[in-house]
């Protein structure tokens, strides 16, 4: 099949499902390419763009309210027309996300834990922390104990000042010293990965015909490159954030998280420039086209220019 086609039928796929999630769609938009090119788009232009995926003007319209309503944008008022950016709180939650979904699955482990005790707080923070913390990839050794292998602490600093726990919840490091194969077994379940490793298969099936048919005869079209671009990383956001990204030593045999990953980066970079012109042609500002993007754009999937 031609690019064009497995293209086609990426979106009537999406556009066939029984509810659209067309709030969860504009967030990618804005994640993957609005916020790298300055972050504000014209509400028209995000509505003539979102048309291609199936989604109507009313659609977009409801689901843009919501996103603001929720804190993740903010709209300027310029004439008759409205402008959305990110707002700040969006910005961060954005950065934070970016760096998971373009970064790279870690390689190495020092075999040591990064271990939450939560006996000392109240039962209500309690639940915001394994929220908050599972995030991060954090998962339940037990009722009262989050574990992760290689955590961010940039991170995990930012998510205890957030939550004001920044004095009473204990932070320890631990190693496992017997019983490797049991330990490989509860976390497993602890993260349940079983369920993410069918989730990553399920988007290697889907995605690596528009790889291959990447590499054949036809030409790869702006508009094509730009829906390919948004449905893989909406779809591979879906898998990744459940994904606590263990080192492989504790990953199950044939783990198709790895595949996901190199699937995911091989086919954005193929498609990330003609999707930029297409953005180029599409989204306005107050001031023109939308800015080209920062300069840490290229640095998405350990480099877009590499191949």
């Given at each position: 099949m031609s690019f064009q086609s497995t293209c086609?039928?990426?979106?009537?796929?999406?556009?066939?499902?029984?509810?659209?999630?067309?709030?969860?769609?504009?967030t990618t938009v804005f994640g993957d390419a609005i916020a790298p090119r300055g972050g504000t788009v014209w509400l028209g232009s995000l509505i003539n763009t979102m048309a291609d995926f199936g989604i109507s003007e009313r659609l977009v319209r409801t689901s843009v309210f919501r996103l603001a309503r929720d804190g993740w944008l903010q709209s300027q008022q310029i004439g008759r027309r409205s402008y959305y950016s990110l707002t700040a709180e969006g910005r961060e939650q954005f950065e934070r996300a970016t760096s998971r979904i373009y970064g790279q699955p870690a390689d190495h482990?020092?075999?040591?834990?990064?271990?939450l005790l939560l006996s000392g707080l109240e039962t209500a923070t309690k639940e915001s922390v394994r929220r908050e913390c599972g995030w991060l990839g954090f998962g339940p050794l037990s009722a009262n104990v989050l574990?992760?292998?290689?955590?961010?602490?940039?991170?995990?600093?930012?998510?205890?000042?957030?939550?004001?726990?920044?004095?009473?919840l204990v932070v320890m490091r631990g190693q496992t010293i017997r019983s490797e194969t049991a330990m490989r077994e509860l976390t497993r379940d602890c993260w349940n990965l079983d369920d993410i490793d069918a989730r990553?298969?399920?988007?290697?099936?889907?995605?690596?015909?528009?790889?291959?048919?990447?590499?054949?005869?036809?030409?790869?079209?702006?508009?094509?490159?730009?829906?390919?671009?948004?449905?893989?990383?909406?779809?591979?956001?879906?898998?990744?954030?459940?994904?606590?990204?263990l080192p492989p030593e504790l990953l199950p045999a044939a783990w198709h998280g790895a595949a996901a990953y190199q699937l995911c980066r091989n086919?954005?970079?193929?498609?990330?420039?003609?999707?930029d012109a297409h953005l180029d042609k599409m989204m306005e500002t107050a001031d023109g086209p939308l800015p080209p993007p920062a300069r840490s754009f290229?640095?998405?999937?350990?480099?877009?220019?590499?191949t």
């Open positions: 086609r039928k990426l979106v009537d796929e999406f556009r066939a499902r029984p509810t659209l999630r067309a709030g969860s769609l504009i482990w020092d075999g040591e834990w990064c271990l574990a992760h292998p290689s955590p961010d602490l940039g991170e995990l600093d930012a998510a205890m000042s957030r939550l004001g726990i920044a004095d009473t990553y298969a399920a988007f290697v099936r889907r995605f690596r015909p528009v790889y291959k048919a990447m590499s054949g005869k036809g030409a790869i079209t702006e508009k094509a490159a730009f829906l390919v671009r948004t449905l893989l990383i909406q779809e591979y956001r879906k898998v990744l954030l459940r994904d606590p990204w086919l954005y970079r193929g498609v990330h420039g003609p999707a290229m640095r998405r999937f350990g480099g877009l220019d590499k």
